[in-house]
């Protein structure tokens, strides 16, 4: 059955708000080979890791800006829909991809779909730039169907590179000295994102049953030009990895809403 999608017209948010222009101000949001490759990664990690892949199901892809991770991720599933709140991120989705995938403009935070009504959910390095992370993995919970899958990818709070800026400890200072940070290097006038570390992380999505793939990722992509240092960590003692883990730059997780709801 054909998802019947909310069109979202009425976009609310929460006090702090959604960071205006992201996508005229991202050069890398806009670099179609990065975005590729990114999509490539993850559909590998679905395909390969996914306890089950609903391959006739409806996929959400929450913060598909112009959609070209979407499209590549697209034929995992039987129905795409991508949602994205920036205005010029949908107006420069290719004609090309609306003819796959169903794009609407809505907040993540209150997605206008049904209760259970997708079997996949794509949330890749979204939840430090909404407004209310918790609230919007209450939202993912609240339209995945029971057993249903989220890929899941963000920055970790204690690797002390911010991944937007590549600026040392820029992301623990507080927004004032962010601000002015940001302005000394003329990389900008307001510090937005903000990312948790591991254990905050778990907190919020304490709902969902949780597979770490960050390990994997490591291994098999960010290292995959350095193979003898992709060696080291394969042999690194279980005991030593859960030490590391908390310190990685990026988490990379499939995560599952239980199929008996009162479980968690």
Known sequence: MTLQIGKGEDVATVERGYQPNFYSLSERVRDLARRQRKAEKIKWLIERYARHLPSGGTC??????AGAMTVVIAPLFGQMVGLEYDEAALVAVEPAYRAQIDFLRG???????PDNSVDAV????????VPDDA?????????LVPGGLVFFSGPNWLFPIEPHYFLPFL???????AARYLRLTGMGSEYYERSRTLWGLRAVTAAFEVDDLSRVVL??????????LA?????????????LLPWLPNFNWLMYKP???GLK
């Open 107 to 113: 907040d993540a935070m209150t997605l206008p779909l």
């Open 60 to 65: 959400l892809d929450v913060g598909c800006s």
């Open 231 to 243: 060696k080291l960590v394969e042999r690194l003692p279980e005991s030593v990895w859960r030490l």
């Open 135 to 143: 609230q919007l993995f209450r939202e993912i919970y609240r339209v």
């Open 219 to 228: 291994q098999q992509h960010v290292l995959a030009n350095r193979p003898r």
């Open 122 to 129: 794509i949330c890749a390095q979204v939840y430090e730039h």
């Open 171 to 177: 992301h623990w200072l507080s927004a004032q000295w």
């Open 259 to 261: 199929l008996q709801l």
